[in-house]
């Protein structure tokens, strides 16, 4: 049965954490993998997050099966939290994933079942997931200019100009903020100019948001989905509690439908369940509650806000600080868009000699596609890297 199976490809990300581990030097510093780290290095439990998971243990009273949409109430206040204006909620569906990356394959299917074949438009580049995921469910991939490598933000007419050829039975992936890899996030004015378009043509936008308080806060990186929301017929979703509640491997996320009407969303969300039944049947509970328990809480929501709002604000302080040490090491402001960039993640514009260099030279571990995880750094360690960089650029 499996002698003809080919042997598998490495992940690029996991294959430079295992290096990272391996790495015998007493100076190394890990901006591989995507996860926010403290000024510790540490990947913490929020602490409203170890409270809500408190009282989860204190006041259950079984582990029975919850349901295939998972708990309704996370539904409910995750859909909120992304979509709090309830005229769009009323014709809008969330169910329960397992992370972000379950509602990527689950809204794909979905996709799929409703036009088969359908093609899929990402960004270039994207969250390297996205198109296996998407080719995994059967659509076609092309992609759109979006990067634009000098000035290191969005070419927004580049990207419109590709769109512009996306028809009305074409989806068009974005990412809600935080751009995986690049950091370059849309403007206001951007997201209604790509609004416009998909009212023209008839392109269905596709939000992926895993990493929503990360970028200008917690509403502010909304402002994309609820604007497509309010001006488009229909739009999918996925959300993730990965990043912004700190719950990675509990694997909470939504799929959300956003429908012309209300029985076409409750539609596609039969269609969705369907899909759960054969697939994993249902989403893990854990990480839900935890999620529910905060956000139905009104002091450990606000807890929860302040602890991601100074998650946001070291981000912000640790390119400030990056910029200036660069600014100082290259005698340039080449890397000013460093502050531009929102998120975890900024492109530098290197090739994967350059990103191989500083693996080689001076332990300082970022993907080969030139992404570092600004989180995986540690103030210590700024001016190290400053001039690991400027040595390579
Ligand atoms: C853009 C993007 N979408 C989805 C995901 C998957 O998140 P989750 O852990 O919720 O599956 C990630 C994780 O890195 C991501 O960066």
Redesign the pocket.
């Known amino acids: 049965m499996f002698s003809n199976l080919p042997s598998p490809q490495q992940d690029p990300i996991l294959s430079l954490s295992l290096a990272y581990r391996q790495d015998q030097r007493d100076k190394k510093i890990d901006l591989g993998i995507?996860v926010y780290r403290n000024s510790d290095g540490v990947t913490p439990v929020m602490d409203s997050i170890q409270k809500a998971e408190q009282i989860v243990l204190n006041d259950q009273e079984t582990k029975a099966y919850v349901g295939m949409a998972g708990d309704e109430e996370f539904n409910a206040a995750a859909l909120n939290l992304v979509l709090p204006d309830s005229g769009i909620t009323e014709r809008a569906i969330s169910v329960q994933t397992?992370?972000?990356?379950?509602?990527?394959r689950m809204l794909a299917e979905l996709i799929s079942f409703s036009s088969p074949g359908a093609t899929i438009w990402l960004s270039n580049p994207?969250?390297v997931?996205?198109q296996p995921v998407m080719e995994a469910a059967g659509l076609k991939v092309k992609h759109y200019r979006y990067f634009e490598a000098n000035s290191k933000q969005v070419d927004v007419n580049a990207m419109l100009d590709d769109l512009s050829k996306a028809g009305a039975k074409d989806v068009v992936l974005l990412?809600g903020c935080?751009?995986?890899p690049t950091g370059a996030d849309l403007t206001h004015e951007a997201w209604k100019q790509v609004t416009l378009l998909a009212q023209k043509n008839g392109f269905l936008p596709f939000i992926?948001i895993?990493?929503q308080g990360f970028g200008d806060g917690l509403a502010q990186d909304a402002f994309g989905v609820q604007h497509m929301a309010a001006n488009l017929p229909e739009l999918l979703v996925?959300s993730?509690?990965?990043?912004n509640f700190g719950l990675?491997r509990e694997?909470?996320?939504s799929a959300i439908v956003v429908a012309d009407q209300k029985n076409h969303a409750m539609n596609a969300r039969g269609k969705l369940l369907q899909m759960a039944r054969s697939t994993y049947t249902m989403p893990p509970a854990h990480g839900a509650s935890i999620v529910k328990t905060v956000l139905l809480d009104k002091e450990l929501k606000s807890s929860w806000m302040t602890e991601l709002e100074q998650m946001r604000l070291r981000l912000v302080s640790l390119r400030q600080q990056l910029c200036s040490e660069l600014a100082t090491k290259t005698n340039s402001e080449d890397f000013e868009f460093i502050k531009q960039h929102k998120g975890m993640f900024s492109v530098l514009g290197f090739s994967a000699e350059q990103m191989i260099r500083l693996r080689e030279e001076f332990a300082v571990y970022g993907v080969n596609d030139g992404r570092i995880n600004i989180a995986g750094l540690m103030e210590q360690d700024l001016t190290y890297v400053a001039t690991a960089i400027a040595a390579v650029r």
């Open positions: 995507g397992p992370g972000a990356s379950g509602g990527l994207s969250y997931n996205h990412h935080c751009h995986n992926d895993a990493y996925t993730s509690c990965s990043k990675y694997r909470t996320g």
